[in-house]
């Protein structure tokens, strides 16, 4: 059974920087986009920023040039590099991967058990 574990995050003040992590796991045949959204409930996922497997990446305005995502493809593991951090990014993150797992059809997105940020002002 295909996993995305989530570490990382916690409570930090403005202008300090925290670190995600998110590793995949399982029978895995592929794993193509992974990236970090937020996901309240009732509303549409939010974008965070997203990497492909060839490493091109796409940022929301909101955190572009402050967060910096990355992957190791031979891992299987997306990290997300938040600096310069303000009270509105306070937040549950969550990651998320679109992998081809063994017993899948095709490949279908998987989430990761999201994690809190607060920032203090």
């Known amino acids: 059974q295909v996993q995305l574990v989530q570490s990382g995050g916690g409570f930090v003040q403005a202008g300090g920087s925290l670190r995600l992590a998110c590793a995949a796991s399982g029978r895995i045949l592929s794993i193509n986009t992974m990236g970090w959204y937020l996901r309240a409930p009732g509303k549409q996922r939010e974008l965070v920023a997203t990497?492909?497997?060839?490493?091109?990446?796409n940022y929301a305005d909101s955190v572009r040039g402050r967060f910096t995502i990355s992957r190791d493809n031979s891992k299987n593991t997306v990290w997300l590099q938040m600096d310069s951090l303000k009270s509105e990014d306070t937040n549950v993150y969550y990651c998320?991967?679109?992998?081809?797992?063994?017993?899948?059809?095709?490949?279908?997105?998987?989430w990761g058990q999201g994690t809190q940020v607060t920032v203090s002002s």
């Open positions: 998320s991967a679109v992998i081809h797992g063994a017993t899948d059809i095709a490949p279908r997105d998987y």
């Open positions: 990497i492909t497997n060839g490493g091109y990446t």
